[in-house]
């Protein structure tokens, strides 16, 4: 195999390891599949897609899917470490409803806002860690 079908080998298994985390996450968070599909910016009914990154295949080559998988891990983060003694608060936080969003939940806001909401929600959680 040469260089260049090794690393394309090598960010496909990647990729397909950002889905799977990216998957459990979401579970964590028991969020709907139209849900799920939303904030990873795929049509609700792509339903395979969503089994598809379950099971480890990559998730698209495209800059915003990648991205988005991008905040929500780093969403993920700054709950743990806003909330390091409670992983319950941290992963029911996506779906509480919040003052600084017009009391909408987090989904909600990216749900509405698309890719612009899950910047609002990750902009917000960087700057209650001082970021």
Same mark, same amino acid.
């Given at each position: 195999? +040469?260089?260049?079908?090794?690393?394309?080998?090598?960010?496909?298994?990647?990729?397909?390891?950002?889905?799977?985390?990216?998957?459990?996450?979401?579970?964590?968070?028991?969020?709907? =599949?139209?849900?799920?599909a939303a904030l990873l910016g795929i049509?609700?009914?792509?339903?395979?897609?969503?089994?598809?990154?379950?099971?480890?295949?990559?998730?698209?080559?495209?800059?915003?899917?990648?991205?988005?998988?991008?905040?929500?891990?780093?969403?993920?983060k700054n709950l743990r470490l806003l909330?390091?003694?409670?992983?319950?608060?941290?992963?029911?936080?996506?779906? =509480?409803?919040?003052?600084?969003?017009?009391?909408?939940?987090?989904?909600?806001?990216?749900?509405?806002?698309?890719?612009? +909401?899950?910047?609002?929600?990750?902009?917000?959680?960087?700057?209650?860690?001082?970021?």
């Amino acid at each position: 195999m +040469g260089a260049v079908a090794e690393r394309e080998v090598m960010a496909s298994e990647d990729r397909g390891a950002l889905a799977k985390m990216v998957m459990v996450l979401l579970g964590h968070w028991k969020l709907s =599949t139209e849900d799920q599909a939303a904030l990873l910016g795929i049509a609700a009914s792509n339903r395979a897609a969503l089994s598809n990154y379950r099971s480890g295949k990559p998730i698209g080559t495209g800059r915003d899917q990648y991205e988005r998988v991008g905040h929500l891990l780093g969403i993920h983060k700054n709950l743990r470490l806003l909330f390091p003694q409670n992983r319950e608060l941290a992963y029911r936080w996506m779906t =509480t409803r919040n003052k600084a969003f017009d009391n909408l939940t987090p989904v909600d806001v990216i749900k509405e806002w698309g890719f612009a +909401g899950l910047l609002m929600v990750r902009g917000y959680l960087d700057r209650a860690r001082g970021l």
